[in-house]
Structures are given as structure tokens and as C-alpha cells.
Nanobody, 115 residues
Framework: QVQLVESGGGLVQPGGSLRLSCAAS????????MGWYRQAPGNQRELVAF???????SYADSVKGRFTIFRDNAKNSAFLQMNSLKPEDTAVYYC?????????WGEGTLVTVSS
């Protein structure tokens, strides 16, 4: 079984930064792809950033150049560094891990960008 626990959300002003963390537990998590998704009120959950076990990354167009995903396989953790935050980045952010074709999700952490 895989468990994911996110942390690092909060309230930040426009233009500010936050770093989200995701701690994964379970077997083979260090060799599994991981990602960050977000869901704003009234919207569907959308992919924000994705990283393979080898470190290859991809991003949603809306966050390219502002967000960076990275991971520490020794600590079974993934991170999302978010810079130049905008009000439209406000959402619940979810950590995701894919193992043997099955998606695992954390409980989510709320990010609010507001002045």
C-alpha cells in the first residue's frame, strides 16, 4: 500500500512563493512517477507538474517558468516549488503517485493566493 502526505500549503500574497512537500510511504515509491495536481472550486482536477523516477519533468502551460517539481528518492519525497504565485493558482493541491498503473492520492493541501 502507498500513502502520500502533503504539507506546505497556506496563504500567500500575489507574487509570493510556497514550497509544497509530499512524503510517500510504501514499497517501490522511489521508482514510481509522481506528480502534483490541483483543483479549484468548481473546476476539475488538473495536472500541474509531473516527474519520473529518473527526474524527467513536464508542466502545465499555466505554470511553466514559475513552478518547479523535484524529488528526493532517498527520502521518498517530492516537492513543488511555486514562485510568482497568482490568484488563479488558488486551489487544493494533491500529490499523486503511479504504481503498477494505479493512481494514489494524498489528502491535499490548500494554497490560497490573495492580498
Amino acid at each position: 500500500q502507498v500513502q502520500l502526505v502533503e504539507s506546505g500549503g497556506g496563504l500567500v500574497q500575489p507574487g509570493g512563493s510556497l514550497r509544497l512537500s509530499c512524503a510517500a510511504s510504501g514499497s517501490m515509491v522511489s521508482i514510481s512517477p509522481m506528480g502534483w495536481y490541483r483543483q479549484a472550486p468548481g473546476n476539475q482536477r488538473e495536472l500541474v507538474a509531473f516527474i519520473t523516477a529518473g527526474g524527467s519533468t513536464s508542466y502545465a502551460d499555466s505554470v511553466k517558468g514559475r513552478f518547479t517539481i523535484f524529488r528526493d528518492n532517498a527520502k521518498n519525497s517530492a516537492f513543488l516549488q511555486m514562485n510568482s504565485l497568482k490568484p488563479e493558482d488558488t486551489a487544493v493541491y494533491y500529490c499523486n503517485l503511479v504504481k503498477w498503473g494505479r493512481n494514489y492520492w494524498g489528502e491535499g493541501t490548500l494554497v490560497t493566493v490573495s492580498s
